[in-house]
Structures are given as C-alpha cells and as structure tokens.
C-alpha cells in the first residue's frame, strides 16, 4: 500500500517554523536596522491567531518606520531560512515501522524552498520514496487538485483504494485523493493551525499521526 503524508502539522507542529522563522527574521532586523523585539511581537500575534501581515503589525507595534522593501526582506528570511525543527523520537521510530510494510510519500504544498528546507531539517528524506512539493509543479499542482497524487499512482503503480493520505487540513488536503478514491485520514495535532477546523463527515480523525495506522487495512 502507498501511504502519503501531508508536511505542515502531519510530521511536525507547524508552529515550530513559524517561531524558528520568527528568530531568524529577528536576528536580521537586529543585525541590518538595530530593530529589536521583532520576534516577540510577532510571537504575541501569532498566538492571538493573527496568520497575515503578521510583520507589518509587529514592526508597528514597535514603532518602525515600515516601508514595502523592509516586509519583503522580512518574509524572504522568513520562508527562506533554515529551519531549528526537530523530528520527535516517536515520529521517527513511527515512520520506520511504517515503512517496512508500505511505499511512503510526502505531498505538500508551500515555497519550494520552504518546504525542502523543513526536509533536510527534519532528516526524514530517506523514509520516502517520493516527495512531491507542489509548488515545484505549478498552480495547477497545489491542493485541492488530484495532480500530485495521480503521479504518484504512476509512480508507485498502486492505485485508488491501494492508496492512503494523511493530512490535517479539512479545507483542501482531501479533495484530490478522493477523487481518485483514495482512502483519507485527517490527523488533528493539538496547537495546529487547522486543528479548530471540523472533520469532514465520513473522514476518519486522529490527534496523533502515529494511530493513523488503525485505520490502514
């Protein structure tokens, strides 16, 4: 059987690049402009549930003179740093078992860069056997679309019901894979970013990825 997995509050909390990338943007306001208190501020949005122009707020807050260039610089140091995520140790004993009876994936979407930076921080590339980021790819490829999970049915030649993906976010991780009839599993982290989202009717629920085995045959 293929079992793919989303990234983003799938493997890892999210949030955890989110304040990793918070640190490396305030480390670069500091050094560059001699602003300090960045990632505190931001931290404080974050928490509030503010998700956008979370560093325009923050820079306000503290009193900085904000201008276009000064946002751009922060959001590509933001997306484009290195991440201080970690792969906890059940995650990772989790994934070795896994992979010793099914074909792994990972499907995401997200700034290529990104996205395989998380990778290599998480140590986890040799657990799958494909990675598809589908930013890679082009819009067309970004979820909801089956694009990214059709290739992997070449890529795998298993197909539909042989197929499984495990992801968190109800609003668009779903939607391809079902329509190429692929079983679905909707994992629901506490501290996700989509974990206030319901569960979709008929999708099964999990808090932990690691139980996501209960509902593979």
């Not at 990825?209 to 045959?217: A, F, G, H, I, K």
């Given at each position: 059987?293929?079992?793919?997995?989303?990234?983003?509050?799938?493997?890892?909390?999210?949030?955890?690049?989110?304040?990793?990338?918070?640190?490396?943007?305030?480390?670069?306001?500091?050094?560059?402009?001699?602003?300090?208190?960045?990632?505190?501020?931001?931290?404080?949005?974050?928490?509030?549930?503010?998700?956008?122009?979370?560093?325009?707020?923050?820079?306000?807050?503290?009193?900085?003179?904000?201008?276009?260039?000064?946002?751009?610089?922060?959001?590509?140091?933001?997306?484009?740093?290195?991440?201080?995520?970690?792969?906890?140790?059940?995650?990772?004993?989790?994934?070795?078992?896994?992979?010793?009876?099914?074909?792994?994936?990972?499907?995401t979407d997200g700034k290529p860069i990104t996205q395989r930076n998380k990778i290599a921080a998480l140590g986890i590339q040799d657990f799958f056997s494909h990675?598809?980021?589908?930013?890679?790819?082009?819009?067309?490829?970004?979820?909801?679309?089956?694009?990214?999970?059709?290739?992997?049915?070449?890529?795998?030649?298993?197909?539909?019901?042989?197929?499984?993906?495990?992801?968190?976010?109800?609003?668009?991780?779903?939607?391809?894979?079902?329509?190429?009839?692929?079983?679905?599993?909707?994992?629901?982290?506490?501290?996700?970013?989509?974990?206030?989202?319901?569960?979709?009717?008929?999708?099964?629920?999990?808090?932990?990825?690691?139980?996501?085995?209960?509902?593979?045959?």
């Amino acid at each position: 059987m293929l079992v793919a997995f989303d990234l983003d509050d799938t493997l890892y909390l999210e949030r955890d690049f989110v304040f990793s990338g918070y640190h490396a943007v305030d480390n670069f306001l500091r050094k560059s402009y001699g602003i300090e208190g960045v990632q505190e501020a931001a931290t404080q949005l974050f928490m509030k549930g503010v998700r956008t122009n979370v560093f325009d707020e923050a820079l306000g807050r503290l009193g900085a003179r904000i201008s276009h260039g000064l946002v751009s610089e922060c959001v590509e140091i933001y997306q484009d740093h290195s991440p201080v995520i970690s792969l906890t140790t059940s995650r990772r004993a989790f994934l070795s078992a896994i992979g010793s009876c099914h074909e792994l994936a990972i499907v995401t979407d997200g700034k290529p860069i990104t996205q395989r930076n998380k990778i290599a921080a998480l140590g986890i590339q040799d657990f799958f056997s494909h990675i598809i980021v589908t930013g890679e790819h082009g819009d067309t490829w970004r979820k909801p679309s089956p694009l990214p999970f059709s290739r992997l049915e070449v890529l795998s030649r298993l197909f539909g019901g042989d197929c499984a993906y495990v992801a968190d976010n109800p609003l668009k991780d779903f939607l391809g894979p079902q329509e190429l009839g692929w079983r679905v599993i909707r994992v629901r982290p506490e501290g996700g970013i989509y974990s206030h989202y319901p569960t979709p009717k008929g999708i099964p629920e999990t808090s932990d990825t690691e139980t996501c085995l209960d509902y593979l045959p």
